[in-house]
């Protein structure tokens, strides 16, 4: 998280080409959206006795397990003005969505996104909130995203769920009074469960194909720079890994930014 966030506000779409990241989690680790209330949205216990980890995203939208070896998690940094993307934040993160779509018809499967939701009620699962952006098979939710917008770039999170556990996220996310196993089953849908079974470097070849042809762009294999490197370290350790950005989305500002100044 901390490396995203520092890509993001490093980011100068006048010096900087696109950026996308794939990557996977270790140890399973259950991510918070921004806005989130933390005793409202997760079992922390449950996460404790498990033994996973836990993190409060940069970007919005639901609790979400990560679960080790069974979801490949992408960021996308884009200008606000990307040619052809909407500049709304639904028609955005729809538009960068296409990528997945694109990724999964490479694996044979056919997908689509999901609907508008105009309701007021906000889940504190992720896969069981809806949206236009979401990425649906059969009616069942496969990968969810959500966005943080500066005033020239933004940030979007994305998950592809390669297997899926119900049992696990049913005890360390909270979900609605009276939901059953069977309701998040019926609801979220993984790779495996459609009978794609299929080697980790295949899914991210397929999706590095997928985001190039929907954005329209060919990536370059890059590392991180050393100032990049340096501005992710210092908000690790300042931010993320700070009590009181996980458990209640704040650090204590004095000080906080004139620190981190001379990155941004």
């Known amino acids: ?153 933004l940030l979007q999170h994305g998950t592809l769920l390669i297997g899926f556990r119900p049992e696990d996220w049913y005890e360390v996310i909270k979900v609605p009074s009276g939901t059953t196993l069977d309701d998040l089953k019926k609801s979220i849908v993984s790779l495996k469960d459609l009978g794609v079974d299929v080697d980790t470097d295949t899914v991210l070849k397929a999706l590095i194909r997928g985001f190039s042809d929907a954005l329209n762009v060919e990536f370059v294999e890059s590392e991180l720079k050393d100032e990049e490197e340096e501005f992710a370290t210092e908000l690790e350790k300042r931010k993320y890994g700070n009590h009181e950005w996980t458990f209640h989305g704040c650090v204590r500002k004095v000080g906080f930014l004139r620190d981190l100044s001379k990155y941004v």
Not at 19 to 41: A, N
Not at 134 to 144: P, T, Y
């Open 1 to 153: 998280m901390a490396v995203d966030e520092a890509l993001l506000l490093l980011y100068q779409p006048e010096k900087h080409m696109p950026i996308i990241r794939f990557y996977m989690w270790r140890p399973s680790t259950v991510s918070i959206g921004f806005h989130q209330k933390l005793e409202d949205s997760v079992n922390i216990e449950k996460i404790r006795l498990k033994g996973f980890e836990l993190v409060r995203r940069p970007t919005g939208g639901g609790a979400l397990l990560h679960a080790e070896d069974l979801e490949i998690t992408y960021s996308v940094i884009l200008p606000l003005d990307f040619p052809c993307m909407p500049n709304d934040v639904v028609g955005s993160a729809t538009f960068i969505t296409r990528g997945i779509i694109s990724a999964l018809k490479r694996l044979g499967i056919n997908a689509s996104h999901g609907t508008r939701f105009s309701g007021t009620r906000k889940y504190a699962l992720c896969y069981f909130r809806e949206a236009q952006s979401d990425i649906k098979v059969q009616g069942r939710k496969i990968s969810g995203s959500a966005q943080r917008r500066l005033h020239k770039a």
